[in-house]
Nanobody, 127 residues
Framework: QVPLVESGGGLVQAGGSLRLSCVHS????????????MGWFRQAPGKEREFLAV????????VYADSVKGRFTISRDNAKDMVYLQMNTLKPEDTAVYYC????????????????WGQGTQVTVSS
């Protein structure tokens, strides 16, 4: 079973918006969802997986990559074990597979610091 499942990807024209969702799937985790910092990454064909955004347990602290700052917004709903990525003003270069990730306690921006991953959802932005 995959602990995290992303949804909400699809095809959108440049300038449009999408909201991605990520939910814990399968058996409950051994820790409360609020113990985890949650992040979003993406990977385009032939490129390294790229950090996008991360949010702390309460939503009071966020960090964004420069490439998406001002366009993307990360949020969470601990009552639903959900994390979201609102993506606005999408560009063709945003086309990638988007991944949800989690790690205990402190926020991080490096892929290796996240221990839980979803399998990704495809986002395609046309010109």
């Amino acid at each position: 079973q995959v602990p995290l499942v992303e949804s909400g990807g699809g095809l959108v024209q440049a300038g449009g918006s999408l909201r991605l969702s990520c939910v814990h799937s399968g058996r409950p985790s051994g820790r409360p969802f609020s113990n985890y910092a949650m992040g979003w990454f993406r990977q385009a064909p032939g490129k390294e997986r790229e950090f996008l955004a991360v949010i702390n347990w309460s939503g009071s602290s966020t960090v964004y990559a420069d490439s998406v700052k001002g366009r993307f917004t990360i949020s969470r709903d601990n009552a639903k074990d959900m994390v979201y990525l609102q993506m606005n003003t999408l560009k063709p270069e945003d086309t990638a597979v988007y991944y949800c990730a989690g790690r205990l306690f402190k926020i991080a921006t490096v892929q290796a610091d996240f221990s839980s991953w979803g399998q990704g959802t495809q986002v395609t932005v046309s010109s």
